[in-house]
């Protein structure tokens, strides 16, 4: 996904977001708002926001020495969200269709996600989570959610790779893992080589269980999503092998929308600019599939 104009604003409120997080003052401050706008002078509009996202929090770790500003609010994230991992798993396990409430668990951790928020509620998000009724919440726009194509390239592949998103959000991760492993797949889970904003760690990842259920490994970047010409090489050969990929979070989707690769997107949109580049409505949540290979999609379903 390229960069609009729109995009612009909100780079300086990340930035100035992320200062006062690491706790910047008031003259630090304005040193990362006067770097940052000279950045943004040659920062071409084809490049992808989380691109930009590198810039901008690389100038806030510089300015503030402070690496990873964001870590107590990760680990209250994962803590929180293991807290309610029981009551989640209750929802899979009443539900008539395990997969599809997976999924939208999945999606719905999403919104755990401090670079386009932050001052988000993570417990009164989670409490609202835990009183849906996912056996009445089964509609979806056919062209947001690809739920039966995405079953059918499931069926047709014994690997996935998993490109997760946000620390806490990593708990909602487990629950569609979990169902993955239920069907004998072999699971790869990715996170951020070093810290930026909330995104998950291999810390984060091990924390909420994931290790029990996939192999985790580093992207070898350190940007608000996976761009891969920064990838470590390791990576980018599983990435290149991949029959399945599942690319969670809106910075994933803004670094992966141009690739050509048997990916799905799965996230909440959070984002004007993102709904009206995909064509939906703020708040929805995505499923969409990217490009799948004909002979790996199968007929019939799970």
Not at 81 to 91: D, N
Not at 95 to 120: C, E, Q
Not at 218 to 241: A, H, M, R, W, Y
Not at 265 to 290: N, S
């Amino acid at each position: 996904m390229k960069t609009y104009l729109d995009c612009i604003p909100c780079f300086f409120k990340q930035a100035l977001e992320a200062a006062r997080i690491a706790g910047a003052d008031d003259f630090s401050q304005k040193k990362i708002i006067d770097e940052i706008a000279r950045a943004v002078v040659d920062f071409p509009l084809s490049s992808s926001p989380p691109e930009m996202g590198k810039v901008v929090y690389g100038v806030v770790k510089r300015e503030t020495q402070n690496y990873d500003p964001y870590k107590e609010i990760k680990e209250k994230s994962n803590n929180l969200a293991l807290s309610f991992l029981p009551e989640l798993k209750q929802k899979i396990e009443k539900s008539g269709d395990r997969l599809l409430t997976a999924l939208k668990l999945s999606i719905l951790g999403n919104i755990i996600d401090y670079g386009v928020k932050s001052n988000v509620n993570v417990e009164k998000e989670m409490e609202k989570i835990i009183k849906l009724d996912f056996n009445l919440d089964n509609r979806e726009e056919k062209d947001v959610f690809d739920y039966q194509i995405f079953k059918d390239a499931l069926r047709q592949t014994e690997s996935i790779l998993y490109l997760a998103d946000n620390a806490g959000e990593v708990v909602f991760d487990r629950l569609l893992i979990e169902e993955f492993s239920r069907l004998n797949k072999e699971i790869i889970y990715v996170v951020r080589d070093k810290p930026v904003i909330n995104d998950a760690l291999i810390e984060d990842a091990e924390t909420c269980g994931i290790d029990k259920y996939a192999h985790i490994i580093s992207s070898g970047v350190d940007t608000p999503g996976t761009i891969l010409n920064l990838c470590s090489e390791k990576f980018l050969k599983i990435f290149q092998k991949s029959e399945l990929i599942i690319s969670k979070g809106q910075g994933n989707f803004e670094a992966l929308s141009s690739e050509e690769a048997p990916i799905f997107f799965l996230f909440k949109v959070k984002c004007p600019i993102v709904a009206q580049h995909i064509g939906c409505k703020l708040g929805e949540m995505i499923l969409k599939a990217q490009q799948i290979p004909a002979e790996q999609i199968g007929v019939g379903s799970l």
